[in-house]
């Protein structure tokens, strides 16, 4: 029997019967909020797979990326080739003059890159990865184009798991639009369709043993195993350190004697208690309506008008810490990824424009800004000595400033990650910015390729530098060969290092003396000439 068809999974309260607090490092209040949202099923799930309830929520955490769950609009990814396969082959003139993708018609790159549609045949092609808006305008014109729902079902990679709808069957739906309908519905049919998948390819088992690495190698694939193994192992060792509450049979009410049980009707999967598919914003603050317009909240306020800002933020997933009316660190950073994902200017402060912004924000909005504003972050370092993933914030702040620079359709390649910290065991290279602290590597390099699969080099690339120094985000060298870029979060450098260098490739090309004056120009604060933002 599927998890999905389990009677008591199917009934099983989503949170758990007592919040845990949201505190600590990224990786515990990522762990924390997951927990809080999906915790019920988690620990009924873990009893019946027979697994830890700190490895479910890892994996998960690690595969789903945490995606806030939007009820009718599941996060999706349509993939062009998939439809090809499923429907363009047998239907080539139609398909051709609406889509296209790597190594067809001309298109450069894989089967899974350069992926753009146009409505119209003979209008410009358009690129669509990156915004949820635009993924479900092609969604549902491709199942138009087909004259049905099911082939474009077929092609989207959806939920948090981001399951392809072909693979329906493996996870137990009789269809791909079963599948859609599912993971729209509620939640509860992502997280078990996640672990019904698992199943399939028999990988609960590196669960129960921990084995992280030869989980990711059947979940992700070969190339992606050491990374995502690490990333989950992370996500694991934080949960170990949280006391979550261990499910007892008795507390969950869990039925575990043998036997066949019917499996519902495809009628019996219903939203659960408290869901909602509406996306209107929730009410304004009052704090926000009693400011005058050119009040500014800003890092050292405290009282009311603080509380109110992080309550509002929290909703939306931007801010995970106390509600506690002190403006500090943590809630100048969430208003920076507000900012960011609404469009607007980024300096940590909540002015009329941001607090506008915030106040007619929705659940909606805020599902398409997370995608929208990230560029594609991938590692390539798994034959590297620095092979470990980065830490969670040192990817989001390199994913939103690839976006910020060059707007969507340009891809982060990591080809130079983490590695053991000093003192530790394991091979490491003589710098320390690499190092991992127990979260993942603070430094990267990089290359940025574009939307035609160019490397990005020259003042092209640093203007990412310039960007990156100006936020204050780190560290930054270049130019490594031919479009290396090393990025950290050092905001104060180790002993004996600077805040920008540059490298002999550099030091060698005409245009070098231009970048080192970006460089500094941006170690002032100035951001680069005709960035996104």
């Known amino acids: 029997m599927s998890f999905k068809d ?10 758990p019967p007592a919040q845990i607090p949201v505190m ?10 997951t927990y809080n949202r999906v915790g019920g099923l988690m620990s009924a799930l873990a009893t019946k797979a027979g697994i830890p309830v700190e490895g479910a929520l890892a994996v998960w955490q690690a595969e789903s990326g945490g995606f806030p769950y939007t009820q009718g609009r599941p996060v999706l990814r349509f993939e062009n080739h ?12 139609a398909f051709d003059q609406h889509f296209q993708f790597g190594g067809r018609a001309g298109v450069p790159g894989k089967r899974w890159q350069n992926h753009r549609w146009r409505p119209s045949p003979g209008g410009a092609w358009q690129t669509f990865h990156g915004s949820q808006a635009k993924e479900y305008n092609v969604f549902q014109f491709a199942q138009t184009l087909a004259g049905g729902p099911e082939p474009g079902c077929q092609a989207v990679s959806c939920g948090g798991p981001q399951i392809l709808g072909r693979n329906h069957a493996v996870v137990g739906y009789a269809s791909a639009k079963a599948l859609f309908d599912a ?3 509620s939640e509860r049919w992502e997280v078990c369709a996640f672990f019904d998948f698992c199943r399939s390819k028999h990988i609960i088992d590196e669960i129960k043993n921990e084995d992280w690495e030869g989980f990711a190698y059947y979940y992700n694939g070969a190339g992606n195993s050491v990374v995502y193994g690490q990333k989950i192992e992370n996500y694991y060792n934080a949960a170990l350190d949280m006391n979550i509450p261990a499910p007892g049979v008795a507390v969950l009410g869990l039925a575990l004697a043998p036997g ?3 499996p519902p009707a495809p009628q019996a999967l219903m939203p659960d208690a408290g869901a909602s598919a509406a996306v209107t914003p929730t009410a304004a603050p009052a704090a926000f309506a009693a400011m005058n317009n050119d009040d500014v909240i800003e890092r050292g306020d405290k009282g009311a008008e603080v509380s109110a800002l992080q309550k509002r933020l929290s909703e939306f997933g931007y801010y995970k810490g106390a509600l506690d009316g002190l403006f500090g660190g943590g809630t100048e950073i969430a ?5 960011r994902d609404a469009l607007i200017h980024v300096d940590g402060r909540a002015g009329p424009e941001t607090l506008a912004k915030l106040s007619s924000w929705t659940l909606s909005t805020a599902a398409d800004a997370k995608t929208q504003g990230r560029a594609d972050v991938v590692y390539k370092n798994q034959h590297s000595i620095r092979n470990r993933p980065c830490t969670a914030n040192l990817e989001m702040k390199l994913s939103t400033a690839v976006y910020d620079v060059y707007g969507p359709g340009c891809q982060a390649q990591i080809y130079s990650g983490g590695q053991p910290r000093k003192g530790m065991p394991g091979k490491r290279t003589g710098s320390i910015r690499h190092d991992d602290y127990g979260e993942g590597g603070r430094a990267l390099d990089a290359w940025i390729i574009n939307e035609e699969g160019r490397r990005l080099t020259g003042p092209e690339l640093g203007k990412l530098g310039q960007y990156w120094l100006a936020l204050k985000y780190g560290g930054c060298g270049l130019e490594m060969a031919v479009g290396g870029i090393h990025l950290d979060e050092w905001e104060t450098p180790p002993l004996g290092g600077g805040m920008y260098w540059t490298y002999p490739y550099l030091n060698s090309q005409a245009w070098g003396d231009k970048v080192r004056r970006m460089l500094a120009d941006g170690s002032k604060g100035s951001k680069p000439k005709f960035y996104k933002l």
């Not at 389990?6 to 949170?15: E, H, Q, R, V």
């Not at 208003?335 to 900012?339: A, S």
């Open 260 to 262: 066949p049980v019917a």
């Open 24 to 33: 600590g490092s990224p990786l515990k209040r990522d762990i924390a909020t």
């Open 6 to 15: 389990d009677p008591i999974l199917s009934t099983a309260p989503l949170p």
């Open 82 to 93: 998939v439809f090809f396969d499923e429907w363009g082959d047998n239907n080539a003139g």
């Open 183 to 185: 993971m729209a519905l």
């Open 335 to 339: 208003v920076m990824d507000f900012q």
